[in-house]
């Protein structure tokens, strides 16, 4: 098995016990008279069986990682540790560079001008360039999934 579609059933098993998780919620109690429209000891045997296939697939996934070299020769764990950062930085950028432009909100002279303290061009250019290079890098990470096996 490749590990893209290791990492496919780890997101189906997420899925699932979040999904199992919420129905649990929904019946853990129900009416005097009534009956819950699901078991909850049938729904949590099966949570159970969902989380133990999730940790193997974790544990699998997380030691096939360790062992993958990029083709820019940059180790799995090592690239998803930086895809991560560039994703997070990515988002701050932009955030910054909205953050910065000055609002045309005001209606006379005499109220308060609000300026920018960034240069916003030279923030929204970084931003790209880090989205460009948070791109290139998931390219690499996702032909190695899908060239790995377990």
């Known amino acids: 098995m490749k590990l893209a579609e290791a990492l496919m059933q780890r997101a189906d098993a997420q899925r699932r016990l979040a999904q199992l998780n919420q129905r649990l919620q929904q019946n853990a109690k129900y009416q005097e008279g009534e009956k819950p429209a699901e078991h909850p000891a049938e729904l949590l045997v099966e949570y159970q069986e969902v989380a133990d296939l999730l940790e193997k697939w974790v544990v ?37 560079a909205d953050a910065a432009l000055p609002e045309q909100d005001r209606y006379s002279r005499s109220e308060i001008k609000m300026v920018s303290a960034v240069d916003i061009k030279a923030i929204r250019k970084k931003a790209d360039h880090v989205a460009k290079a948070h791109r290139e890098l998931d390219v690499l990470i996702q032909q190695a999934n899908w060239q790995y096996d377990l």
């Open 60 to 96: 699998q996934i997380n030691q096939a990682n360790h062992h993958i070299r990029l083709a820019n020769d940059m180790n799995m764990v090592e690239a998803l540790a930086k895809r991560d950062r560039l994703k997070e930085e990515h988002t701050m950028l932009v955030k910054l």
